[in-house]
């Protein structure tokens, strides 16, 4: 790797690791970025998965006051989150890639619809004590899902994230930015265990993803936090329609 392709990288990572923070897709600047300069699918998606993780880390601390009150429904979510995690990552290694990616652009859609409608969807399961009564296990069964997509491959699963607990929980959507930090955290930190130990590592491109995803996501939560919802809600979808055209056409 010359001194270009290195630079080109990090700053790759720094770029990604800012998107991460404020909304989840950083991996489509970055995984190209590594098939541009000759890396084989499935060690551009490992190593990127595992120099994404600090970047996750360093969001989720720039949203910290955010996250408060939010320990225990984190720890919950949390471990959904890291389950479906490793059963993604074991299919990554296990299965043709062709088996799950066909999906991909089609919950991005999803999300960014939910991220639209979310207001009103949440207004709505607030006044149905019933539905309300099944927000917690639907809730937890789409976060454990995305943590399966996430784990698998995980471009934009921010917004998936996001879309899940903004229609499911009554809160702003920047504390529903910060928890989805955290929860992406966990998934990339669990599928990169698995990666660590099972695949092959390009321990140079990851590293250079780490450093620059890391100052990448104290920005970004430093920047976004600032966001008026209306417009970080525009931004979410934007950026979400974007990355599912260019699964599809690209």
Not at 62 to 85: D, F, N, W
Not at 135 to 152: F, I, Q
Not at 200 to 224: F, M
Request: charged share 10%; with cysteine.
């Amino acid at each position: 790797m010359d001194p270009g392709e290195a630079l080109a990288i990090l700053a790759a990572g720094a770029a990604a690791g800012g998107v991460n923070a404020v909304v989840g897709c950083g991996s489509l600047i970055t995984f190209p970025t590594l098939l541009a300069f000759g890396f084989p699918p499935v060690i551009a998606n490992v190593s990127n998965n595992v120099g994404m993780v600090p970047g996750n880390v360093s969001g989720g601390f720039g949203y910290r006051r955010e996250l408060a009150g939010q320990r225990g429904r984190l720890l919950r979510l949390g471990a959904a989150s890291a389950a479906g995690a490793l059963a993604g990552a074991l299919a990554l290694l296990s299965l043709p890639p062709a088996a799950f990616t066909f999906v991909v652009p089609v919950l991005i859609l999803l999300s960014c619809a939910l991220v639209l409608v979310q207001p009103r969807l949440s207004a709505w399961l607030t006044r149905r004590d019933a539905a309300r009564g099944r927000a917690g296990p639907l809730l937890s069964a789409g976060v454990c899902l995305s943590g399966v997509y996430g784990g698998y491959f995980g471009a934009a699963q921010g917004v998936l994230v996001i879309g899940l607990l903004g229609s499911f929980l009554d809160e702003t959507l920047q504390r529903v930015t910060g928890a989805k930090n955290v929860l992406v955290a966990m998934v990339n930190g669990t599928a990169g265990v698995v990666f660590i130990a099972l695949a092959h590592v390009s321990w140079t491109a990851a590293a250079l993803l780490a450093a620059g995803s890391t100052v990448g996501g104290l920005l970004g939560a430093r920047y976004g936090r600032r966001l008026p919802p209306a417009v970080l809600r525009l931004f979410v979808v934007a950026v979400g329609v974007i990355s599912a055209v260019k699964l599809i056409f690209f």
